[in-house]
Structure formats: structure tokens, C-alpha cells
């Protein structure tokens, strides 16, 4: 499924042979034709059973905290924003590296940061890919920062037995015998 603001595909992650559907974004600037995008969302995640991925430009933050510099937030978009990704049954995982995606390249006080770029999971998606990971890497030559996508499966955490051998304590001990 594909539409104005979004394609949606269905994908075989290659190591583990388990299928996923994946949806991204690249969603309008303006409010209003956003809707639409949510809209989508809406009927995707009502029929989803699958492990789904959302991720891309949401041109939109989830609340303030995801904004440095003067520019307003805009109360009513973040909360639509949030609205829907709850909606939806997907979940922000979290990130590491630089908190804001998007830089409107100008300087001093008038510069903005801004996280327009995120990926959201459903819990079928987490479950099967408990030890996904998102990146944001540092921008380059464009307004935008890459994101990268790590959905590594579950590994077993042996516990191992602290053990300390060192011979150099040992070996005085067996000369004093």
C-alpha cells in the first residue's frame, strides 16, 4: 500500500527469515493534509497482526521537549501526533545519538532543532525483535540526520562465574609449601 505521504511493504528480515510489514513516511508540512497520513495509519493498524515498523520524516514532534529554539510548538500537532502513534498500538523505543533530526541551517538565535525523524514499533514487531535499536547519525548535506535500524534478535544471556587466575599469586603460595 502506498499513498501521497507513505509506502507500506511487507519484508523479510534476511538472518532470521521472519516477515514484517514496514511503513515510511515522509509526511506533509502542513497540518491538515498530515491528517491523511494519520488517517492511513488508522486502517493499517486496525487490520495489523503482523510486526509492524512506522518510521521516517513525520514532519511533526511528539511535545517540547523534542524542540530546541524560539519557534513555537504548536500544541494541537504534537498531540495529534501522539494521538495516533498511541492509536496505533506503536511505541518510541528511544535512540542514541543526537536528540534532534532536523536543523533549519541558520544561525545563533535563530536557529531550530527539532525531532522530525523517528521509527515506532508495535509489540509483535518488539517481540520478535526484542534488541532493535535506532541511531540517529550526524547530518550530513542535508537538513535531515540518517537514521539506522538495527532489529537484532533475541541472543541468551549466559551468566558466567566471576573467576579470577592469576599465577603469580598462586605460584608463591605453592613454593611456600
Not at 486496525?46 to 529554539?69: A, R
Request: glycine share 6%; proline share 4%; aromatic share 12%.
Amino acid at each position: 500500500m502506498d499513498t501521497e505521504q507513505q509506502i507500506t511493504l511487507k519484508l523479510c528480515h534476511q538472518n532470521s527469515g521472519k516477515d514484517f510489514i514496514a511503513t515510511f513516511v515522509y509526511a506533509k508540512c502542513d497540518e491538515r493534509k498530515r491528517q491523511k497520513l494519520w488517517d492511513n495509519l488508522y486502517f493499517l493498524a486496525s487490520n495489523m497482526e503482523s510486526p509492524w515498523m512506522v518510521g521516517g520524516d513525520f514532519n511533526v514532534i511528539v511535545s517540547e521537549d523534542e524542540k530546541l529554539g524560539r519557534l513555537l510548538v504548536m500544541t494541537e500537532e504534537c498531540e495529534d501526533f501522539a494521538f495516533c502513534i498511541n492509536s496505533c498500538g506503536l511505541c518510541d523505543v528511544g535512540f542514541r545519538g543526537n536528540p534532534y533530526t532536523w536543523w533549519n541551517g541558520r544561525a545563533a538565535e535563530d536557529r531550530i532543532f527539532k525531532r522530525l525523524d523517528r521509527v515506532v514499533f508495535n509489540i509483535q514487531y518488539q517481540n520478535i525483535f526484542p534488541q532493535n535499536e535506532v541511531d540517529h547519525l550526524p547530518k550530513r548535506g542535508s537538513d535531515h540526520a540518517p537514521l539506522i535500524i538495527s532489529c537484532g534478535e533475541e541472543t541468551l544471556n549466559l551468566i558466567k562465574p566471576f573467576r579470577f587466575l592469576n599465577f603469580g599469586l598462586i605460584m608463591p603460595l605453592l613454593r611456600s609449601w
